[in-house]
């Protein structure tokens, strides 16, 4: 098991309390997707296969939405709550346990649209590791059919290689909740560590560990460009309302 899928394993029971109100932001980062898919001539009845689907934060919102979702994560932890997810809101998904380097291991059919939100792309740690999971990936998108994913802003970052994020402080019934991560950079690698800190009627303090490479759009963009894509678009949260910038690369 690589660090990846035990980052996202350990993450997963306490994944929804990094939102304020984890099942808001569901419907709220669907609507700005379905905003998205329609601009670029989707509407519901698209089929969609969220590569990353962690604990179902997009894919159980496009669902509610009427989509027809399929969901994949390497993390089985995540899987499983996302499965425990949907069943709790009534919507229906196909969940695997999938590596998005190596789709085709597990799905034979191609999808409308793609996904793999959250800044999933960057945990491959080079360019090679980044082009295979790019490739397969691709591989598994009909053609004139989409990828959306989002990214951090890592050519801001890495001007300033910051050592920590700012932290969100969420108000509790008893008290409230701190979340922030630290990051020790090797020059364009860097570990992060999650805190998630309850300060409620006890102190609970939890610290997960994983690491991402700083990929720049140039990369990325060339990278879906040289794996059959046709045109590579680049928007902003002032743009689209969400909180990293969001790349769609159409087949």
Known sequence: MNITQTF??????????LFLDWEAATYEQATILHKLFVNN???NTAHILDCACGIGTQAIG?????????????????????????KNTDVKIRFENADFC????TFT????????????????LSNEDLERAIKSITKQIKENGIFVGSIRDYDALLKDKPPY?????????????????????????????????????????NKFECEYRATKREEI????????????????????????PIIIARK
Not at 109 to 124: K, S, T, Y
Not at 221 to 239: A, D, E, H, M, R
Request: with cysteine; charged share 25%.
């Open 8 to 17: 996202y394993d350990n993450l997963a029971a306490h994944y929804d309390k």
């Open 41 to 43: 001539g989707f509407d």
């Open 62 to 86: 496009l669902a509610r939405l009427g989509y027809c979702v399929t969901a994949s994560d390497i993390s089985n932890g995540a899987v499983m709550e996302a499965k425990a997810r949907a």
């Open 102 to 105: 190596d789709l085709s291991k």
């Open 109 to 124: 059919e191609q999808f409308d649209i793609v996904i793999a939100m959250d800044n999933a792309l960057p945990h491959m």
């Open 165 to 205: 994020s700012a932290p969100y402080i969420h108000k509790t019934d008893k008290g409230q909740r701190v979340s922030f991560q630290t990051w020790d950079w090797n020059e364009d690698c860097y570990k992060l560590v999650q805190y998630i800190i309850d300060d409620n009627e006890l102190l609970k303090i």
């Open 221 to 244: 963009t060339s990278l879906f460009i040289n794996s059959g894509c046709k045109n590579v678009l680049w928007l902003f949260p002032k743009q689209t309302e969400f909180y990293q």
